[in-house]
């Protein structure tokens, strides 16, 4: 299984970005994949993921409003298009891809959760300057 994320940059706050997970190597057509983030010396959080089996999609409670995920399930891509982006939303974005996605609670905030994570992409950064 391969995943290649694209789409990360230098931004100002309150401007978009769309970041983009191709990934291959699989056969099933039932699968989880989303999205996590980790910014320098801070654990790496769950952002959104998705089942491919019903469609839904999970947003983590910080990013709600201003993120969203689609998905093209023929070409087994995902995207996260983030809007009104801040200072705190610099990360390096990870793409992962397994089974069974949901939300957890981590502390008071609920994040995206993969129960059978199988694989993560190398990742693409994002610079959210103020």
């Known amino acids: 299984v391969q995943l290649v994320e694209s789409g990360g940059g230098l931004v100002q706050a309150g401007e978009s970005l769309k970041l983009s997970c191709a990934a291959s190597g699989f056969t099933s057509d039932e699968y989880a994949i989303g999205w996590w983030r980790q910014a320098p010396g801070k654990e790496r959080e769950g952002v959104s993921c998705?089942?491919?089996?019903?469609?839904?999609?999970y947003l983590a409670d910080f990013v709600k409003g201003r993120f969203t995920m689609s998905s093209d399930t023929a070409a087994n891509t995902i995207f996260l298009h983030m809007s009104g982006l801040k200072p705190e939303d610099t990360a390096t974005y990870f793409c992962?891809?397994?089974?069974?996605?949901?939300?957890?609670?981590?502390?008071?905030?609920?994040?995206?959760?993969?129960?059978?994570?199988?694989?993560w992409g190398q990742g693409t950064l994002v610079t959210v300057s103020s």
């Open positions: 992962a891809i397994g089974r069974d996605c949901s939300l957890k609670f981590v502390g008071d905030t609920r994040q995206a959760y993969i129960r059978y994570l199988d694989r």
């Open positions: 998705i089942n491919t089996e019903d469609g839904r999609a």
